[in-house]
Antibody, heavy 117, light 106 residues
Framework: QVQLKESGPGLVQPSQTLSLTCTVS????????VHWVRQPPGKGLEWMGR???????YYNSALKSRLSISRDTSKSQVFLKMNSLQTEDTAIYYCTRGYGYTPFDYWGQGVMVTVSS | EIVLTQSPTTMAASPGEKVTITCRAS?????MHWFQQKSGTSPKPWIY???KLASGVPDRFSGSGSGTSYSLTISSMEAEDAATYYCLQRSSYPFTFGSGTKLEIK
């Protein structure tokens, strides 16, 4: 069955780099895109970027200078790296499958990242 | 960037009441998609391609619209429908979400 699971540090210091991993199962990264979406506490959803099934990436222009998405297909993992973190980057970070039965049909449970010293 | 404006921001409905949530796009989009999110959980696909119900979604839900104006309608509100609903456009990058409509039961 399709699953996605985010992992990474719960606490990051300001100005440091965030590294998150999305481990997927039940489908191949060479067949489906994976997107990253974040949600600050009590706020709405923000699309961050995507890793396409062919390895192509696309980023939200608001984050483009700080964001990098990569993958390891042999491990079924997609990676997010974002540098120069600030307190406003505190959020739940989700990975989601791009389009299967529907757009964003499966989501991970999310990982809460707090930016604080 | 296409900005999606949802209204209302919050609302409360009585059981059996009809509910309509709107999503207006700053530029025309091909389709609108909707997600339901309950507190402490990940969003769930709810309505896709404007009017198609995702698996398991009750048929009291419907979606409609075109161009820059879309809506999600509940024909008869039930307690389990209390949640936050987000619209999403993926017609052009960057994909964007509406700011959400929090729907409560009276």
């Amino acid at each position: 069955q399709v699953q996605l699971k985010e992992s990474g540090p719960g606490l990051v210091q300001p100005s440091q780099t965030l590294s998150l991993t999305c481990t997927v199962s039940g489908f191949s990264l060479m067949d489906y895109s994976v997107h990253w979406v974040r949600q600050p506490p009590g706020k709405g959803l923000e699309w961050m970027g995507r890793m396409k099934y062919d390895g192509d990436t696309y980023y939200n222009s608001a984050l483009k200078s700080r964001l990098s998405i990569s993958r390891d297909t042999s491990k079924s993992q997609v990676f997010l790296k974002m540098n120069s973190l600030q307190t406003e980057d505190t959020a739940i970070y989700y990975c989601t499958r791009g389009y299967g039965y529907t757009p964003f049909d499966y989501w991970g449970q999310g990982v809460m990242v707090t930016v604080s010293s | 960037e296409i900005v999606l404006t949802q209204s209302p921001t919050t609302m409360a409905a009585s059981p059996g009441e009809k509910v309509t949530i709107t999503c207006r796009a700053s530029s025309s989009v091909s389709y609108m998609h909707w997600f339901q999110q309950k507190s402490g959980t990940s969003p769930k696909p709810w309505i896709y391609d404007t009017s198609k119900l995702a698996s398991g979604v009750p048929d009291r839900f419907s979606g409609s619209g075109s161009g820059t104006s879309y809506s999600l309608t509940i024909s008869s509100m039930e307690a389990e429908d209390a949640a936050t609903y987000y619209c999403l456009q993926r017609s052009s990058y960057p994909f964007t979400f509406g700011s959400g409509t929090k729907l409560e039961i009276k």
